[in-house]
């Protein structure tokens, strides 16, 4: 199971295309509500989680995790004592960790970007702590993938495949889609 994390003021976006295309890839995903089961994006778009904070558990079992952006959907995102939980757990596990836009600021503040390929929204390097800055739009080091912004949601979501799957599975979504890049 691939768990996407959803707090009020997320950027829906760069949450909800992940949970398609990686579906579409054939991965198990669930959204996780933080703020509660029924969540609000930055944009004022309701979405109904598949669960609560309240009932997740990550186990060893699991793909990884999935942090949006948005504001202050990040801050939400890293008050939660469940999702630190969940970032340490993935991180000491080599699971993926994937963040678009303000969240890898998130990962930057943890220490987890040391050495790696990263990027974020402009303006949010400067939490990046020790990440070697990237061009690209999105880019995966290891387990930790990070992109910039909601217009990078697709190739995001592509990193997130290609790590999960395979390349030509990536490819094979792209197409399906019909990106124009």
């Known amino acids: 199971m691939v768990y996407v994390f959803l707090a009020d003021g997320f950027e829906e976006v760069e949450a909800l295309t992940p949970v398609d295309y990686v579906r579409r890839a054939g991965k198990k995903v669930a959204t996780v509500g933080v703020t509660g089961k029924a969540v ?21 079992d699991d793909e990884g995790i999935i942090l949006p952006g948005g504001m202050p959907g990040t801050i939400n995102l890293e008050k939660s004592e ?30 987890l970007l040391d050495g790696k390929e990263a990027i974020c929204f402009p303006g949010f390097e400067k939490d990046l702590s020790g990440a070697v800055i990237s061009d690209k739009y999105a880019v995966a080091d290891g387990n930790i993938i990070t992109a910039k912004g909601a217009g990078s949601a697709s190739e995001f979501a592509f990193e997130i495949i290609r790590y999960l799957c ?16």
């Not at 609000?40 to 060893?60: E, K, Q, R």
């Not at 395979?166 to 890049?181: F, G, M, N, P, R």
């Open 82 to 111: 469940k999702v630190q939980a969940a970032i340490d757990f993935c991180s000491e596990n080599n699971k993926m960790i994937a963040a678009i836009c303000a969240a890898p600021s998130i990962l930057g503040h943890k220490n």
């Open 166 to 181: 395979s390349d030509e599975k990536a490819q094979e979504i792209k197409l399906a889609v019909q990106t124009c890049y």
């Open 40 to 60: 609000t994006g930055a944009h004022d778009i309701p979405v109904l989680c598949d669960m609560s904070i309240d009932d997740f558990n990550i186990s060893i």
